[in-house]
């Protein structure tokens, strides 16, 4: 074994010298933040990538959350999955509102629509719905139930990034889709959020709720916002990594398909939505006892390889959530999955390892 570490994923980092050419722009011009001209031309080419309109470029995807739920003037409960990152969770309760969770399907890891309708009160005013591992949830369901009880849906599609779902973007679905740019993601701006949000006149409110509530037209303040602008820097970098993405998901397919090919019938592997496109994001395994997960977890972190337990522990035990709020699936699932290193440059002798490492463990 090679003397490196090996992580759940590896931060794709361009070209130098073309992200050094972006720099250089930045000091000839002096504008490093307040809607640059670098962050105006990544929203527009990622328009024009994602096929969407109105994408929002913001610091990063927690604030993103934060602002869906401000322009839709959220109130009470919402429900949402307990099977996602911790963010999902806590910016629905650092924005004064009540997370419900509702549980999730055991094959596709999202939110099951069958348990939603049994949530829903008086009190709520939206869903929360997180395509999972890149994974596009049963939208159609969720929306007609929205429409049913005159619900808001945003979509947490931090991991959906690219996604196609029935030939068209799975960004375009709910009131508001969000996104994370983050390091660790298949397309990142180093840190780095976004909305995207049909609605014009939501999307321009949205572009003042990002920059403190300021009317640019008038120069006045129109409500309360905050500070969630994206700076030059970051839409630097997210511009080369936009221009390298074709070989980032070829490069990371291949990787993904060695993975099926030689786990096939040992591991649960998650069911992909058959109208869904992959991303190549995630390689997950759903090994059939917790005790044998930490075996497995154990071996791989004495040969410096490190996948991480996505997700555990489930958002619903969370300490500062309500409390009683089974889901069994959720929770059973949670204790037994793990995300396998997957990178545009993990090579398949390391890969190899990994592999061989599992059908030991067994």
Known sequence: MK???????????P??????SYIDEIFENGQVTNNGPLVQKLERRLEEYLNVSNIIL?????????????VLNLSGDVITTPF???????????SGLNP??????????????????????KKTSALVAVHAFGNACEVEEIEKIAEQHNLKVIYDASHAFGIQYKEDSILNHGDISTL???????????????LIIKNNELANKARKLINFGINKLGGGIDEVGINAKMNEFEAAMGLCVLDDMKFIIEKRKVAYNHYIQALNKSFQFQEKNNNSSNNYSYFTIVINSESKLLSIMKKLDQLQIFPRRYFYPPLNKLNYVEKDQACPVAEDISCRILCLPLSHDLDEKDQNIIINTLFEAL
């Not at 996602?84 to 650092?94: D, E, G, Q, R, Y």
Request: overall charge positive; hydrophobic content about 40%; glycine content about 4%.
């Open 84 to 94: 996602s990152f911790v963010a999902t969770t806590s910016s629905i309760v650092s």
């Open 15 to 20: 070209n130098i010298d073309k992200y050094k």
């Open 3 to 13: 003397n490196k570490k090996i992580n759940v994923t590896k931060t794709y980092l």
């Open 180 to 194: 994370s740019l983050h390091a660790t993601k298949l397309f990142h701006t180093i840190e780095g959020g976004a």
């Open 100 to 121: 419900l969770f509702s549980d999730i399907n055991p094959h596709t890891f999202n939110i099951d629509p069958n348990f939603i309708k049994k949530k829903i009160t």
């Open 58 to 70: 913001v610091a990063n995807g927690t604030l993103a959350l934060d602002v869906a739920y401000r």
